[in-house]
């Protein structure tokens, strides 16, 4: 099993960045594509960015704002955020799929960490 743990969450005004990032533990991390998910109050969870090996996929809303990336050596998934706005705001859930060809479907998705919320402020 794959444990998920977020950081780096918190409260931004608009036009800030923050960078999220998600360790991996109890498996190789290597083997997964990991992806970001977001939930704001009263909306479904929905698809942010997403990372194979080199192959990226990202939601039109964050196209050219948000970087997802990754270090293996690390264990690590990160989800850069820049020029951040009010409907940024979300509680953000990294995500671990091992099997699929499509990066942007939360079915595909084996494990999640507990997320962090991000609050992005006008």
């Known amino acids: 099993q794959l444990q998920l743990v977020e950081s780096g969450g918190g409260l931004m005004q608009a036009g800030g960045s923050l960078r999220l990032s998600c360790v991996a533990s109890g498996r190789t991390f290597n083997s997964y594509a990991m992806g970001w998910f977001h939930q704001a109050p009263g909306k479904e969870r929905e698809f942010v960015a997403a990372i194979r090996t080199t192959d990226t996929d990202y939601s039109d809303s964050v196209k050219g704002r948000f970087t997802i990336s990754r270090d293996n050596a690390k264990n690590t998934v990160y989800l850069q955020m820049n020029s951040l706005k009010p409907e940024d705001t979300a509680v953000y859930y990294c995500?671990?799929?091992?099997?699929?060809?499509?990066?942007?479907?939360?079915?595909?998705?084996?494990?999640w960490g507990q997320g962090t919320q991000v609050t992005v402020s006008s």
């Open positions: 995500a671990a799929k091992s099997r699929g060809s499509t990066l942007d479907r939360e079915k595909e998705y084996d494990y």
